[in-house]
């Protein structure tokens, strides 16, 4: 899959793009110097036909955008593909048993935030859900509406400590058909340009390939990072089946970017 003349990227990872790209060339440079010489026609006065020539020189200092070595990377990377372990990955369910842990990738796919990550990453906008229903509640018999049905004080405040106990990365999950493998991974929000949703492309390592049947929390749980990794896999194996967790067969990426 060619990449776009004009990629359009929700997501940028400018510091891991550095890395990579140090890494492929060798070192990094982001800016060259361009200089241009031109050959003119110069008349000293209006009744002067002869005129003489002359010669000017402009030179300009040119600094890459993300996006340029964005666009160099990947051309480096796919021109030598077996060295870099890069692979472009159209069926994702054909190519999925050849891909190992540190393969880079890029993949099509539909993405989306689910909806339970996305709340709990947010969690300004969850406070001002929770301060949107207590304003409601207060006002609901002034207006004559029914408060019945409507979380109480206790419940919102629950709710909102809750909220705050349970911080999340932005995580995205992919998939190019239904049932198939999909794709998964964390983002910087530093480095998100857009809201991410709908077809795109990825490109990004492999950092964990989830077999069949394996499960993979799409949130980040306080305290995991205490556990061992017997208790963590433990854990893992107990997990319930739900929109916060996801089922193999799975990629977890450390993503680099998200473009169409």
Same mark, same amino acid.
């Given at each position: 899959m060619p990449i776009p003349s004009l990629p359009r990227f929700l997501y940028l990872d400018d510091k891991g793009l550095?890395?990579?790209?140090? !890494?492929?060339?060798?070192?990094?440079?982001?800016?060259?110097?361009?200089?241009?010489?031109?050959?003119?026609? *110069?008349?000293?006065?209006?009744?002067?036909?002869?005129?003489?020539?002359?010669?000017?020189?402009?030179?300009?200092?040119?600094?890459?955008?993300?996006?340029?070595?964005?666009?160099?990377?990947?051309?480096?990377? *796919?021109?030598?593909?077996?060295?870099?372990?890069?692979?472009?990955?159209?069926?994702?369910?054909e190519e999925f048993d050849k891909i190992n842990v540190a393969d880079l990738v890029q993949v099509q796919c539909?993405?989306?935030?689910?909806?339970?990550?996305?709340?709990?990453?947010?969690? *300004?906008?969850?406070?001002?859900?929770?301060?949107?229903?207590?304003?409601?509640?207060?006002?609901?018999?002034?207006?004559?509406?029914?408060?019945?049905?409507?979380?109480?004080?206790?419940?919102?405040?629950?709710?909102?400590?809750?909220?705050?106990?349970?911080?999340?990365? !932005?995580?995205? !999950?992919? *998939?190019?058909?239904?049932?198939?493998?999909?794709?998964t991974g964390k983002l910087n929000k530093d480095y998100i340009r857009d809201a991410i949703e709908g077809e795109v492309f990825i490109v990004g390592k492999v950092s964990k390939r989830l077999k069949d049947g394996e499960t993979h929390s799409l949130l980040a749980i306080p305290g995991a990072s205490l556990l061992s990794r017997q208790q963590r896999r433990q854990a893992a194996r107990q997990e319930q089946t739900d929109e916060t967790t996801l089922v193999g067969p799975a990629l977890t990426l450390d993503i680099l970017a998200i473009y169409r």
């Amino acid at each position: 899959m060619p990449i776009p003349s004009l990629p359009r990227f929700l997501y940028l990872d400018d510091k891991g793009l550095g890395e990579y790209l140090s !890494v492929v060339e060798e070192g990094l440079s982001d800016e060259s110097k361009k200089k241009r010489t031109s050959n003119g026609f *110069d008349s000293t006065t209006l009744g002067d036909l002869a005129g003489s020539d002359s010669t000017s020189e402009e030179e300009r200092v040119v600094r890459e955008t993300a996006s340029q070595r964005f666009i160099r990377l990947v051309s480096a990377l *796919d021109a030598a593909s077996t060295r870099w372990r890069y692979y472009d990955i159209e069926d994702l369910g054909e190519e999925f048993d050849k891909i190992n842990v540190a393969d880079l990738v890029q993949v099509q796919c539909e993405v989306e935030i689910p909806p339970f990550v996305r709340m709990f990453s947010q969690p *300004d906008q969850l406070d001002d859900m929770v301060n949107m229903l207590e304003a409601f509640r207060a006002m609901a018999p002034i207006l004559g509406e029914n408060t019945e049905g409507l979380p109480g004080k206790k419940m919102t405040k629950a709710f909102r400590d809750f909220g705050k106990a349970m911080k999340s990365d !932005v995580v995205i !999950v992919g *998939d190019q058909e239904e049932g198939g493998p999909q794709v998964t991974g964390k983002l910087n929000k530093d480095y998100i340009r857009d809201a991410i949703e709908g077809e795109v492309f990825i490109v990004g390592k492999v950092s964990k390939r989830l077999k069949d049947g394996e499960t993979h929390s799409l949130l980040a749980i306080p305290g995991a990072s205490l556990l061992s990794r017997q208790q963590r896999r433990q854990a893992a194996r107990q997990e319930q089946t739900d929109e916060t967790t996801l089922v193999g067969p799975a990629l977890t990426l450390d993503i680099l970017a998200i473009y169409r």
